[in-house]
């Protein structure tokens, strides 16, 4: 990787923290459940320019909602470390396998968030202390969460080619 790659890199991977970071603060009330966005970045980082980025983007940039929830969970961090990390995993893997590409992009997110699924119940249950019904809500909403960020990063990957501006 180039020195102006490696820069565009970072500076791809910096403003995607801060907007998911934005994104924290931002709650969408549904009735008895509350959305979060600040996995879209993460989701888009980790279809867009790899693991890593997406890594690196579900750990700084979650720091903000993570602390913000009504009891705040710094697990949520690494939760979305590995649910970048691993969506960029899984999209590497399958981007090939359809000319439809929202298929391998729905299919990587929910992969990654199989994956996922015994981080956010063992960090919630048995270090934060959550009752098993409420951590299975959470997953619910999660799963519903990282679907919407699937698709929406889907619409901007159809239409932005990221790797050209990387």
Same mark, same amino acid.
């Given at each position: 990787?180039?020195?102006?790659?490696? @820069?565009?890199?970072?500076?791809? $991977?910096?403003?995607?923290?801060? &907007?998911?970071?934005?994104?924290?603060?931002?709650?969408?009330?549904?009735?008895? #459940?509350?959305?979060?966005l600040a996995q879209l970045p993460v989701v888009? +980082?980790?279809?867009?320019?790899?693991?890593?980025? !997406?890594?690196?983007?579900?750990?700084?940039?979650?720091?903000?909602?993570?602390? @913000?929830?009504?009891?705040?969970?710094?697990? #949520?961090?690494?939760?979305?470390?590995?649910?970048?990390?691993?969506? !960029? #995993?899984?999209?590497?893997?399958?981007? !090939?396998?359809?000319?439809? /590409?929202? /298929?391998?992009?729905?299919?990587? $997110?929910?992969?990654?968030?199989?994956?996922?699924?015994?981080?956010?119940?063992?960090?919630?249950?048995? %270090?934060? !202390?959550?009752?098993? &019904?409420?951590? $299975?809500?959470?997953?619910?909403?999660?799963?519903?969460?990282?679907?919407?960020?699937?698709?929406? +990063?889907?619409?901007? %990957?159809?239409?932005?080619?990221?790797?050209? %501006? /990387?």
């Amino acid at each position: 990787m180039s020195k102006p790659a490696k @820069t565009r890199f970072v500076a791809f $991977v910096a403003a995607m923290s801060a &907007l998911s970071n934005a994104l924290g603060l931002l709650v969408i009330p549904t009735g008895f #459940v509350t959305l979060h966005l600040a996995q879209l970045p993460v989701v888009f +980082s980790g279809l867009a320019a790899g693991s890593v980025a !997406g890594g690196l983007v579900g750990f700084f940039g979650t720091f903000v909602m993570a602390f @913000t929830l009504a009891r705040p969970n710094p697990y #949520v961090i690494g939760g979305n470390a590995i649910l970048g990390f691993l969506t !960029g #995993v899984f999209y590497l893997r399958i981007k !090939g396998m359809s000319n439809r /590409l929202i /298929l391998p992009h729905m299919i990587s $997110v929910a992969l990654a968030y199989v994956v996922q699924i015994p981080y956010v119940y063992v960090t919630d249950v048995y %270090l934060m !202390g959550m009752p098993n &019904l409420v951590v $299975v809500g959470i997953l619910s909403v999660l799963f519903i969460e990282d679907l919407i960020s699937a698709l929406i +990063s889907h619409v901007i %990957l159809y239409r932005v080619d990221v790797h050209a %501006l /990387l």
